[in-house]
DNA sequence: TCACTAGCTTACCTAAAGGTCAGTACCTTA
DNA sequence: TAAGGTACTGACCTTTAGGTAAGCTAGTGA
């Protein structure tokens, strides 16, 4: 495990104290990496989807975190709610197009999570 | 707020339930994007660091978290370090390989939030 | 002799994230 | 007539992330 001397540019905004403590970012942050925000978000990027799909999608999650997921993504204004008035229920949520845009960014993170994680997890301990 | 219809294509591997439950890139995702392992790798990307620069460009950690969270990221080959063996000790901290991997595409990520991070927060109460 | 430095570790405690379970509304199917 | 599906909410409790503060090491400068 070799350290490399190249740096890769940041954007000139938190070139010093990578964001200040207690900047709105870090809050957008919070929702974003939050522990079910990131799976959320990218069972969303493949499209619309009822309550009961992303249920099963984001495996473990409760009703209760999803809920609350769901709303703060969608106070973000990332996520969009859908209810139809019928009998049961049926809600869809989708992403907005800021969602889009984020969620662009996202997926190849979490693929590169995915593809290194056993990797490194297994050898880590 | 308007729903966009399109989706971004997900890698296939999670194509069906995100990822599963126990797998080992839930455990690689909490470290990567806890509250501060964001920050401490995106101070990384722009190259090595001792302890004491990471204490200030992560605005607000703890001495706790910074050892805490640095052995995290250490145990998985993210981050190396470098300890000079001198009075007062002097450690330096810099990206693996793998490390700059990651935050080429976390740091992109990173700098939309800060973009929207604003808006997004502000509007949203 | 004393304080001061940098880079930690440890013990203790609090706040917040998250889990579990029960309940609700209304209709459909068995 | 009873059970089941769907999309939730609320009460209550546990777990964990994280904060605070003190201590430690081994030198150097005052």
Chains 1, 2 share one sequence.
Not at 20 to 31: E, N, Q, Y
Not at 36 to 56: F, K, M, N, P, T
Request: net charge negative; charged share 25%.
């Amino acid at each position: 495990m070799e350290a490399v001397p190249q740096a890769v540019p940041l954007p000139l905004a938190f070139a010093d104290g990578v964001f200040p403590a207690g900047c709105p970012s870090r809050t957008l942050l919070d929702h974003i990496t939050s522990k079910w925000g990131v799976l959320i978000l990218i069972a969303l990027s493949e499209g619309e989807q009822r309550w009961s799909d992303l249920r099963r999608r984001a495996e473990g999650i409760s009703e209760k975190m999803l809920a609350q997921t769901l709303k703060t993504l969608e106070r973000d204004g990332l996520v969009s709610r859908n209810a139809q008035p019928v009998i049961p229920p049926r809600v869809d949520y989708s992403l907005t197009e800021r969602g889009y845009e984020l969620s662009g960014l996202l997926v190849p993170l979490v693929a590169w999570a995915f593809e290194n994680a056993e990797d490194i997890i297994n050898s880590s301990r």
